[in-house]
């Protein structure tokens, strides 16, 4: 261990004090873009690379002016930037990884050089856990933002209040999420154990990530260090409705806070969902502190996030006010439970969901908010955990929120492939889900998905599309065929 410390400080000692020219590899991820947009903002010269470029990245580097080589080749650094960040999709076998290693160049990976340029200035307050990061960070950055605070930011997803998922600002406070992935193909540490932040949230705790993560007991020890890290003057507000969240803190160092639906010093009280938005009470310890709280925001989930992001900013010192204003003014991110449009009665809903508990949340929440409607749900397996078979039996318990589900073909990838025996085998879900008293159906491509769903869709149902990826465009063509359909309707 104290080799590698050695070998860590002595690479960090490389990194030129004041860089002029920084090259990215595999800008096209959601950080690194952003990072790079960030650097541009600071007047580094920028470049990078990536396997293929995809939106929304692609027209943020196009609209920032920062050129990206699509394909890796040692070539892209011919010219020898003054940094190399490395992005975590990058291997060790990576053409530009390996004209990086022979060439000496100095380098970082994405978190590193977040705390190198920017966390290290400021006063990181971070979101993570397995579920509602990246909803509690934008809504966290939103509050401090309508406050005047003006914070950085940066966010896994696109917040619609930001119209971007990072801001430089000229405040003291960097709000960010906090991923647990790893951090480079030379730094297997989670990323956010380089983020140190004097403020947390720690939304949940589950297995994920099964690509990287042995078990639990795996991912348990990544939050334990990440919790460990922590100065004593921070604070860590911690779900107390997660047995396992709040086991990984109880050793903190820091001031820790709890927060929760059923237990906690913060609780939520007195529930109403609404059509534009969901109205609750902020208690703690049986005294209230906010009557009627607006989030416009549904599902009980989102009710938790945004009680963790009251109790962090209400222990760091911000008006309770200025908190409440904050969070009837958040618009929501983009692909969660995000209305993508309405023809003929029928209302297609984009979420990110891919873990089961999110899913089974997911439809819960729109169940509530679109009463009485029949819910049509399409999901693709593509996350490294859900393409596994891990979560076999636990996806077929997910849907019962559904009336109908439609399951695509596991998502293949190249870098990393999944043997047969350890694959989510999706004819086997379709079958335990209609025991279950569903119509679940196993599609053999995404156009089936689609073909199926424009068979069965009728006026009133809401179709419930749900992946971390684009889902082969499926609500973009699905809501195509529909207009198609209402045209020929109206001839």
Known sequence: MAAIDAQVAARLRAVPTNPRRIHLIGIGGTAMAALAGMLLEQGYQVSGSDAALYEPTRSLLARLGIPAHEGYAAQNLASAPDLVIVGNVVTRANPEAVALMQRGLPYLSMPEALWHFFLRHRRPLMVCGTHGKTTSTSMLAQVLIAAGRDPSVLIGGLSRNLGANYRLGQGPDFVIEGDEYDSAFFDKRPKFIHYRPAGAILTSLEFDHADIYRDLDHVKQAFAAMVAAQEPEAVLVVCADQPDALEVSEGSRARRISYGLRDGEYRAAEIVPGATATRFDVMREGHALARGLSVPAWGLMNVANALGVYALLDAIGLARDEIAAGLASFAGVVRRQEVVGEVDGITVVDDFAHHPSAIAATLVAVGARFAGRRILAAFEPRSNTSRRSVFQNQFAQAFDGAAR????????????????????????????????????????????VLARIEEDVRSGDVVLVMSNGPFGNLKERLLEHLRGRARQSAI
Not at 429 to 446: E, F, K, P, T, Y
């Open 405 to 448: 589900v439609y399951l695509a073909p596991v998502y293949f990838k190249e870098n990393d492939p999944i043997a047969p025996d350890q694959r989510l085998e999706i004819d086997r879900l379709a079958r335990d889900i209609s025991r279950r008293g569903l119509r679940a159906l196993a599609c053999a491509s995404n156009d089936e």
